[in-house]
T-cell receptor, first 114, second 110 residues
Framework: QQQVKQSPQSLIVQKGGISIINCAYENTAFDYFPWYQQFPGKGPALLIAIRPDVSEKKEGRFTISFNKSAKQFSLHIMDSQPGDSATYFCAASHGGTSGSRLTFGEGTQLTVNP | DAGITQSPRHKVTETGTPVTLRCHQTENHRYMYWYRQDPGHGLRLIHYSYGVKDTDKGEVSDGYSVSRSKTEDFLLTLESATSSQTSVYFC?????????FGPGTRLTVT
């Protein structure tokens, strides 16, 4: 059972545009929501993460928006650059403690055209 | 890659043979994980470890076993490789809630 659903599967954005990737979860016990960025041939790299006690978190051009009532969260990439072209994964875990197990979305392949 | 190495990086093996993948960390993190990555499935947890000799199953553990005899090493064994185990395998480590991934091992079972 896929507990984290991610959309879209692929996304093409022009340079300077806003990229938006959405995730929805089912388990209300989830309390940690990270996003990972993965380049071809590399391992996923932690990009940004949020806890459900805040509705938004921003780090540079990357913002997570969180809607607890809708059980949805999204990644916004402002001023998208060709170097942002990668696969992005959302994830969720519960327990809020060390060693929590992550459940991942299916991934979104982002292409930013110059 | 946060002080994580995986070996081998690429391997081709035949159906029915045993295969062992190694994850080595230099961060002294307590928790270690093995995931597999397949198109359309994201990353799925195979097994994880919460300390030396302490391991537990993830969501896709059938056909896999693990061992952790030292803090720095976490081994994943495919007891009898099948074509369905062709995948990219990632090791991850954590000390807190954040997990950090290694570079991956691409395994092909023919």
């Amino acid at each position: 059972q896929q507990q984290v659903k991610q959309s879209p599967q692929s996304l093409i954005v022009q340079k300077g545009g806003i990229s938006i990737i959405n995730c929805a979860y089912e388990n209300t016990a989830f309390d940690y929501f990270p996003w990972y960025q993965q380049f071809p041939g590399k391992g996923p790299a932690l990009l940004i993460a949020i806890r459900p006690d805040v509705s938004e978190k921003k780090e540079g051009r990357f913002t997570i928006s969180f809607n607890k009532s809708a059980k949805q969260f999204s990644l916004h990439i402002m001023d998208s650059q060709p170097g942002d072209s990668a696969t992005y994964f959302c994830a969720a875990s519960h327990g809020g403690t060390s060693g929590s197990r992550l459940t991942f979305g299916e991934g979104t392949q982002l292409t930013v055209n110059p | 890659d946060a002080g994580i190495t995986q070996s081998p990086r690429h391997k081709v093996t035949e159906t029915g043979t045993p295969v062992t993948l190694r994850c080595h960390q230099t961060e002294n993190h307590r928790y270690m994980y093995w995931y597999r990555q397949d198109p359309g499935h994201g990353l799925r947890l195979i097994h994880y470890s919460y300390g030396v000799k302490d391991t537990d199953k993830g969501e896709v553990s059938d056909g896999y076993s693990v061992s952790r005899s030292k803090t720095e090493d976490f081994l994943l064994t495919l007891e009898s490789a099948t074509s369905s185990q062709t995948s990219v395998y990632f090791c991850a480590i954590s000390e807190s809630v954040s997990q950090y991934f290694g570079p991956g091992t691409r395994l092909t079972v023919t």
